[in-house]
């Protein structure tokens, strides 16, 4: 561990009132976090369970909103590499547009995610479903809320929940639980073996990151954030963005990663933050479009695992988690650059990030009929 993550982290359970403190605690327990996760749905058989439940299934569908959403698009890809049908949808879309959503010949399992387990929208969800007879699954970080008593199994994982308004372990812990359970159902041993050992990797992959980030926001000022990424790290790209806007107030974009050059390249400047997730599939085609944007100006932020010397000459800064993984594994530790992004671009603005302005732990609406407001969920 770092002379800084032993000067910042705290206990789990007290970290300090300083501005971000909760959030940056959260950030830095992630690997013991998912250890204590994995640990736990593996001794109480929940994944079998749910892969026995559902083992005559069409596909799965992961609804969720906000960043819960964004945990249900890299939990569809991988599922979907893996080789069992999956996809996501955000929870508002089966909700005003269910006969889209729900094909009536298949037999879907609606995976509704909702760290808090009271998220308004993802209830209403799970009782359209409960009405339709479709079983479904939860999962959650709090126990003994309404979604556990409306979906059919739930998976619950308290070690992962939040004293903070923003998700960042809880989103990785449940990404982490739905890619066991996408290998768990697809009958991927070699996956799983990668999954146990993967908070082992990034402890080490992390032990200098937090002072990296921090010293680059430092050094740094920004008028706009671009988060890139392709195939399974799309999702990954919105939640980069949504954290650089909840936790810092800035205005921040998500896309894939060569659809940027077809107009919204017209903003890059070098106060423009590119933020390239980088894949292994899409490699070469990636590093076309970094190093175009940096011949623009841009300045570039590249995360990547296993960088070579194209992603070095062209990265204003990069982040090279090196880990013996296969790349569908490495999603959760490739976010952890963007929480950290988020988390010091607002102690840089003086922003407490673990209160954002405007924002709730959970959206949780008045009946009939209310309108949302934008929170992390």
């Known amino acids: 561990m770092s002379n800084s993550q032993q000067r910042h982290q705290s206990d789990g359970n007290q970290p300090s009132k300083a501005p971000g403190a909760y959030s940056l605690a959260e950030i830095l327990s992630q690997p013991q976090c998912w250890n204590t996760c994995l640990r736990d749905v593996r001794e109480n058989g929940v994944l079998e369970r749910v892969r026995n439940q559902f083992i005559d299934c069409d596909e799965y569908i992961f609804i969720g909103c906000g960043s819960s959403y964004y945990v249900a698009l890299c939990a569809g890809a991988t599922m979907t590499s893996l080789g069992v049908r999956a996809r996501a949808v955000p929870a508002s879309e089966l909700l005003l547009y269910p006969d ?166 017209s903003i890059v400047a070098p106060e423009t933050l590119l933020v390239f997730v980088l894949s292994e599939q899409g490699r070469q085609a990636e590093y076309d479009m970094l190093e175009e944007m940096k011949s623009l100006g841009g300045t570039t932020l590249v995360v990547a695992n296993h960088a070579d010397k194209r992603a070095r000459a062209t990265a204003d800064m990069l982040v090279d988690l090196a880990m013996d993984a296969p790349e569908i594994v490495t999603l959760a530790p490739m976010l952890v650059a963007g929480q950290l992004l988020g988390l010091y671009t607002g102690l840089k603005k003086n922003l407490d990030p673990d209160s954002p302005r405007n924002l709730s732990r959970a959206v949780i609406l008045n009946k009939p009929s209310t309108t949302p407001e934008h929170a992390a969920l």
Do not use: N, W
């Open 100 to 265: 889209l959503v729900l094909d009536g010949g298949k037999r879907p399992v609606p995976v509704l995610i909702s760290r808090s387990g009271q998220t308004s929208e993802v209830l209403q969800a799970a009782e359209l479903l409960r009405a339709r007879a479709v079983p479904t699954l939860a999962i959650s970080c709090v126990e003994h809320q309404t979604l556990q008593q409306l979906a059919s199994l739930s998976i619950t994982l308290p070690a992962a929940d939040e004293k903070s308004t923003v998700m960042t372990r809880s989103f990785t812990s449940m990404l982490l639980t739905l890619q066991t359970l996408a290998a768990t159902v697809g009958k991927r041993s070699d996956i799983l073996h990668v999954l146990a050992k993967l908070p082992d990797f990034a402890t080490s992959a992390f032990a200098e990151l937090p002072e990296k980030i921090r010293a680059f926001v430092a050094q740094h000022r920004f008028a706009d954030y671009v988060c890139l990424g392709q195939g399974p790290f799309f999702g990954l790209a919105c939640e980069y963005a949504l954290k650089v806007t909840e936790m810092s107030v800035s205005y921040a974009q998500a896309f894939h990663t060569l659809e940027f050059r077809h107009g919204p390249k």
